[in-house]
């Protein structure tokens, strides 16, 4: 079968039918995966992601990239994501990776093969500003 972005699975050999799993289902059970674990900051989505964003679209499958196999029972996901500063980058990336993993294939009954994390940027929180700082950094 060619892959046209849809994965299928027959979750029992009895079954009287296909489920069939669009990509698109995936990514967003991914992304919201991911972005559940501390550290993340956001995912990155590029450019595309950028400008859905503006258009005020929120698009929960951003950064999230998802392969399926050749036999349609297996799937890879690759993730873009923005780390938090302070946390420890490995440590984020394995809790992704479980995280992922465990959602999508409790989800859909599909085996995960790999959970790739590209880190792209970190995160730089902003200080809440009090009265008192704001006046220190005016020179007053």
Do not use: W
């Amino acid at each position: 079968m060619a892959n046209d972005g849809v994965l299928r699975t027959d979750l029992d050999e009895n079954s009287v039918g296909t489920t069939q799993i669009a990509n698109e289902v995936i990514a967003v059970i991914a992304g919201m995966a991911a972005t559940d674990v501390d550290g993340v900051a956001d995912m990155s989505g590029g450019i595309v992601g950028g400008i859905a964003e503006r258009l005020g679209r929120k698009n929960l499958s951003k950064g999230v990239k998802v392969d399926v196999a050749p036999d349609e029972r297996n799937c890879s996901v690759e993730l873009s994501i923005i780390c938090e500063y302070g946390f420890r980058i490995p440590d984020v990336a394995r809790a992704i990776q479980e995280a992922v993993k465990e959602a999508v294939e409790g989800m859909t009954g599909l085996d995960v093969s790999a959970v790739n994390v590209h880190v792209l940027g970190v995160s730089m929180k902003p200080e809440e500003r009090t009265p008192e700082n704001s006046a220190e950094e005016r020179g007053e």
